[in-house]
């Protein structure tokens, strides 16, 4: 299956490479383990030699469905099954959340699963829908992560800005005490109030904060800068992606009554983060897209702190 996606499903609109399992209503968890292909679990395998010996401190993490070796890890890793991420977001958000997408990458050593959380926020008169991103990975190469990402909903755009004020993500390694940490998390998680109510004051300031049509061009070249040397047709591409950004500020049907101010321009940007086609499409273009979506988009973030700064 191409785009190392292995499995998913999603809700009504095709996401990425049209791969997956379409459903009309956002399944409950149970549902939603079954349409992701995820209804597999990982034991734990002592290693051997090619002449019988064990090789201490060390195990395999195999799937049970297909005996498929997922990676290997030290004694210490402790498994988190599928199932557990999906009790664990079904005990945070309370009874009926439904899962918008979930899936496997790269032959099951990375899941996610994405859930609305229960309601929608209005702030400064826009709808701005908070989703909770569960990550975690089976072959021992990254942490169990869990962040919100709130979209705005008349255009889906991202707005997991990186506030000073309010944490929006929590990680723990596959270490220690597992079901603690989970505690923990579920504890903390409850920084989804505290975050969008920061997140409504800051939209706020950066309503106040007007920006000059002069002002605007100069962050797009400071965010989409031509390197010193470029070839004639690097230029013309960075020319081409500048002029992109610069519609979206100036062009967008849905940013024409914000005014223009510091809020326009990092929707333009998220914008176009989310939504714009790169010059080149490596083979994993759309996973890292996806992986911006819990660790927070960099051009977004920059375009903050720009506007931010002034």
Known sequence: MAANVESMFYVRETPWHGLGVRVNEAPASREALTAAGLNWKVVQEPIYTGTEELIDGYKANVRDSDRKVLGVVTDRYKVIQNTEAFAFTDSLLGEGVRYETAGSLLGGKRVWLLA????????????????????????????????????????????????????????????????????????????????????GKEFEALRMKKLTDKKVMEYIEVLLPEEEGSTPQQARNMKRLREDMKIRYFDAPDLQDIGKNAYRFVNAVSDFATHAQPLRKTANYKENLFSRTADGNPLIDKAYQLVSAA
């Open 116 to 199: 609305h959380m229960p309601h929608e926020y209005i702030i400064s008169g826009e709808r701005i829908s908070p989703y909770l991103l569960f990550s975690n990975t089976h072959d021992g190469s990254g942490a169990i992560k869990i962040a919100l990402t709130p979209i705005r909903v008349v255009c889906n755009n991202t707005l997991n800005l990186a506030l000073s004020t309010a944490k929006r993500s929590w990680s723990m390694m596959h270490t220690g005490d597992i079901r603690g940490k989970i505690a923990e998390a579920r504890d903390t998680l409850f920084m989804a109030e505290n975050y969008m109510d920061e997140l």
